[in-house]
């Protein structure tokens, strides 16, 4: 259900036009990366849509969805740091052409194996890369490593940065009361992470974005950014703890 | 030296503004060149570019004709309404700080006064304060189209809350009544 909401009175006088030139003037002359993300979460979707849109043009090729939607994402960070605000092109035409060159070049560059290999598999090689610890009592090990992944599946697709007007993906009625609650809780502990943290679990959970992706975005290193989801999940797993009794 | 352009030049500069020469930016940055000091031309290069969609310049001009005069209260006022329609609340509030230093009843302070009520969702305030700016502003006739275009919104905007607020009323009263109905052993209609 969509509700419906009153504009406030900042909105009234808003120009969009203005309002994207003043994200673009922070991200760069201002050196703020908060911007960055806001950029890309907005064009996100137009990413997404000229992945799909490829996709479907052809018909029967090894490639899976997922691995157009991460050659999209990639080609967006690219226009992202390419992109002279300036020149007065939209960013949209703009970056439309690069996403598409770029799932033309990463499409022509995966080796076979990487095709076989999923980009889903690859995402969760990765999560489990960043929360395996060595050292520990291997029981205790296995048990937080069996938190953590199923705190990722939880995390998948919760909509966490979806606009308020989008469909609304959380779980139906269907779904069984603890199985919500636990998700609004684990919702609202995401929006306590400090932000880094919030940014890693945002991205990759929510836009299904691989580390190093994430780090481009970030302008962190990929281990970093690997060293942040580990941060956060233990953090959601501590919080849950307490919160949940 | 003389930091400030002739007004002749400044006049030929408005008067390129409102042709379709569309040569307006090369004349003011020519001034410009000759007159880096003159915060009129640097108010009026940033007019030009934010009329032309190039708003990032068009900040950086504004701020800088506040910067080279503290109290040119009209591009002071202009660069805090470009940063509001930025979505930039807080750095319009803190551009426009040194207005309330104005004469008492100054049509920029009620102007200011009205934006600040807007950015607080506070639609009654803002709707008497930028009337009694746009009564007291003998000057400057755009500022007031521009005043009377956000009344409007305003207006707008109440009277959607209004109907919102009525077509609730409308609905409990049936739910109230559907209930009663029940117990008095009716069957609502």
């Not at chain 1, 760069?28 to 996100?44: A, G, I, K, Q, S």
């Not at chain 1, 048990?143 to 599946?153: K, P």
């Not at chain 1, 940014?199 to 780090?215: E, M, N, W």
């Not at chain 2, 426009?96 to 607080?120: D, K, M, S």
């Amino acid at each position: 259900m969509t509700v419906s909401r009153d504009p406030s009175g900042l909105e009234l006088v808003v120009d969009p036009v203005r309002a994207e030139a003043s994200l673009w003037r922070r991200f760069r002359f201002e050196d703020d990366l908060r911007c960055r993300e806001t950029l890309f979460n907005r064009y996100f979707k137009l990413a997404r849509s000229v992945a799909g849109r490829l996709f479907r043009a052809r018909p029967g090729q090894r490639l899976e969805r997922a691995d157009f939607d991460q050659f999209a994402c990639e080609g967006l960070l690219q226009a992202l740091d390419r992109y002279d605000p300036l020149r007065g092109v939209p960013f949209s035409a703009y970056a439309r052409r690069r996403i598409t060159g770029n799932i033309a070049d990463g499409m022509s560059s995966m080796s076979e194996i990487d095709a076989q290999l999923s980009h889903r598999h690859r995402m969760e090689q990765e999560r489990l890369r960043s929360l395996a610890r060595t050292g520990d009592d291997p029981l205790a090990a296995l048990s937080e490593l069996a938190v953590g992944l199923a705190l990722g599946l939880m995390l998948e697709g919760t909509g966490l940065i979806e606009p308020a007007d989008a469909p609304d993906r959380r779980p139906s009625a269907y779904d069984s009361l603890v199985w919500r609650e636990t998700l609004a809780l684990l919702v609202a502990e995401i929006g306590r992470l400090p932000e880094n943290e919030a940014i890693v679990v945002r991205q990759h959970y929510d836009h299904g974005l691989p580390f190093a992706s994430v780090a481009q975005l970030m302008n962190l290193s990929r281990g970093r950014v690997s060293q942040l989801h580990r941060a956060a999940l233990e953090r959601l797993r501590k919080r849950l703890r307490t919160n949940g009794g | 030296m003389t930091t400030l352009c002739g007004d002749a030049d400044l006049q030929a500069l408005m008067e390129a503004m409102r042709s379709d020469e569309h040569d307006e930016i090369a004349r003011a940055d020519r001034l410009i060149s000759a007159f880096p000091e003159d915060p009129r031309l640097h108010f009026l290069r940033g007019s030009i570019l934010a009329s032309i969609g190039r708003p990032i310049e068009a900040l950086s001009s504004l701020k800088k004709a506040v910067a080279l005069a503290p109290d040119f209260a009209i591009a002071r006022f202009q660069l805090g309404f470009f940063q509001l329609t930025s979505g930039e609340a807080a750095d319009a509030l803190s551009t426009w700080g040194p207005i309330a230093l104005l004469p008492e009843g100054h049509y920029l302070r009620f102007f200011v006064g009205g934006l600040t009520h807007l950015i607080r969702d506070e639609f009654d305030d803002c709707v008497t304060r930028l009337n009694e700016g746009i009564a007291a502003n003998d000057e400057n006739p755009a500022l007031n189209r521009d005043m009377q275009l956000i009344i409007d919104q305003v207006g707008e905007i109440k009277r959607a809350a209004a109907r919102d607020a009525a077509e609730e009323e409308d609905g409990s009263t049936s739910a109230t009544s559907f209930l009663l109905d029940q117990l008095s052993g009716r069957r609502p209609n």
